[in-house]
C-alpha cells in the first residue's frame, strides 16, 4: 500500500478539522501531496421561469463551497492543494474524485453526534465505506484538538483468512514507508459465564489465535519489527480496551471477503471495532 496522494473531506465544522489534522500528519510522515475537496450539491439546471432564484442557488453554493476551502486553508496553508467537487451525495463525491485524482487514501472525520474520541459512521463514511476504490481512514471526535506529533504504530485487526493476509501485506508496506513497528492483534469475544465445554472450546480458539498471528508475523518479519497479541473480552469494546494504545496509533481492518474486489466493503466485526477504536482506523480495499 502506498501513500503518495491523500485526499481529505471538508466541510465547515469540528468533524473536518478533525479528519484534515489527521490527513496533515499523514501527508507530513509519508511525505505525501494533500488535497483537499469540498463535495457541494449540483444546482438545478432545469430552465424555468424562476431564474432569478435558480441564480441565487448557484451563487449561495459557491459561496459556501469557498468558505469551506477558506476555512481549510486557514488550518493547512499551503500543505495542500484546493477543490470543489459537485455530487449528490458527499461520500460518492469524494469516491469519484479519489478515482479522478488517483487519491491512495480518502480521510474524514466522525459523523456529528458521535462520542468524544470515538468514531460515528454518518452517510458520508458509510457510502465511502461500502463503495470506495481506495482505502478510508476516519479520524476520531475531537482527534483535531490535540493531534499526536507523528503515528507511532499500525495495528491489524487479523483473523486468518485472505482479506487479512492481504491487509497484512498492505500494512507491512505502509510501515516501511512509514518507518514504524506493526502489531497484529486479534480479537476473541466470549461470554463472561462459561460452561465447562465452552471453556475448552476457548482454550482451542486462543491458541490457534496465538498460531495464526505468529504464522502472519513471521511473513514480514525480514522486514520490520512485529508484535503479536490476543485481546479477550465479552465485546469488541471490552477486547480492545484490554490492549494499550500509543497516542500515535492507527489501526487498520481489511475489507470484509463477501465484498467486492478492489472495493472497501466494510463488515460486521470490522464495523464493531471502527465504533469501538479510540484511535484512527483504515479500512483497507478487498484485495483479489
Known amino acids: 500500500m502506498k501513500v503518495e496522494e491523500v485526499l481529505a473531506g471538508y466541510v465547515p465544522g469540528p468533524r473536518a478539522r478533525d479528519g484534515l489534522a489527521l490527513a496533515l500528519l499523514l501527508r507530513r510522515q509519508a511525505r505525501a501531496r494533500l488535497t483537499v475537496a469540498n463535495v457541494r450539491p449540483p444546482a438545478w439546471t432545469t430552465p424555468g421561469p424562476a431564474r432569478a432564484e435558480d441564480a441565487a442557488w448557484r451563487a449561495y453554493l459557491a459561496e459556501q463551497a469557498d468558505a469551506a476551502l477558506a476555512e481549510a486553508r486557514g488550518l493547512a496553508g499551503e500543505e495542500a492543494e484546493y477543490v470543489v467537487h459537485t455530487a449528490r451525495h458527499s461520500g460518492r463525491g469524494l469516491v469519484e474524485l479519489a478515482r479522478r485524482r488517483a487519491a491512495d487514501v480518502v480521510v474524514i472525520g466522525s459523523a456529528p453526534g458521535g462520542a468524544r474520541g470515538r468514531i460515528a459512521v454518518g452517510s ?13 481512514l476516519l479520524a476520531p471526535r475531537g482527534f483535531g484538538d490535540g493531534p499526536p506529533p507523528a503515528f507511532d504504530r499500525l495495528t491489524v485487526a487479523y483473523r486468518r483468512g485472505p482479506g487479512c493476509d492481504a491487509a497484512v501485506k498492505d500494512a507491512a508496506r505502509a510501515a516501511v514507508a512509514l518507518e514504524l513497528p506493526l502489531r497484529l492483534v486479534t480479537l476473541v469475544v466470549s461470554p463472561g459465564r462459561r460452561a465447562r465445554a465452552e471453556e475448552e472450546m476457548l482454550v482451542r480458539l486462543r491458541e ?65 471495532i471502527v465504533r469501538a477504536a479510540t484511535r484512527p482506523v483504515m479500512i483497507l480495499t478487498r484485495r483479489p
Open 208 to 272: 490457534q489465535a496465538a498460531t495464526d498471528l505468529r504464522a502472519a508475523a513471521r511473513g514480514q518479519a525480514r522486514r520490520l519489527r512485529v508484535e503479536v497479541e490476543v485481546l479477550e473480552g465479552r465485546t469488541v469494546a471490552q477486547a480492545l480496551g484490554a490492549a494499550s494504545w500509543l497516542p500515535g496509533e492507527m489501526i487498520i481492518c481489511a475489507s470484509s471477503d463477501t465484498g467486492p474486489l478492489r472495493r472497501v466493503f466494510l463488515g460486521d466485526t470490522s464495523l464493531k
Open 124 to 136: 458520508t463514511a458509510d457510502q465511502l465505506l461500502h463503495a470506495s476504490s481506495v482505502p478510508v
